[in-house]
């Protein structure tokens, strides 16, 4: 698979607060240039982004926040791939994320929507650095989807 670049212009962003998911504020694209630590001042606040161009790696959204347990930035999504190939994504996450964490990623296939949801840790994602930007970490998680996409297809 090509990488698709995120279509910015057509971003949709959020920040709502953890406990009620209530909207605390809309924002423009310029807001993904901040910092990824803005989510450890913020702790209360997580970052829902949506855009179209998301559709081409099989996700509506992506919510970005800080795990208050562990202190790492997670990227929650669904990932609308068939259940039969769970093992290569689970594989795919193992080998690539850097890490022996038990945090660093989650997924659980959800029946009622036909889709995995999940929770993977973005500071084990290969490149991530501390001062990167949430667009960088959102590109992050991105071409991590593009990857595994790329291994469900070859092991079919």
Known sequence: MENKELVLEDIYIER???????????E???FLEKPITYLKSKSNEFIY???PSLEDIKVDAISLELDD???VYNALLGFKV???????IRSYFEKTLEADDPAKCGMMFNHDDGLWDINVAVNYIPGYKED???EGALKLVTSLLENILD??????
């Open 16 to 26: 709502c607060n953890k406990e009620t998911e209530e909207l605390i504020e809309e």
């Open 28 to 30: 423009l694209v310029t």
């Open 49 to 51: 982004i949506e855009s």
């Open 69 to 71: 347990v562990f202190g």
């Open 82 to 88: 068939q259940k039969k190939h769970e093992e290569v």
């Open 132 to 134: 990167v930007t949430i």
């Open 151 to 156: 291994e469900v297809k070859n092991n079919k």
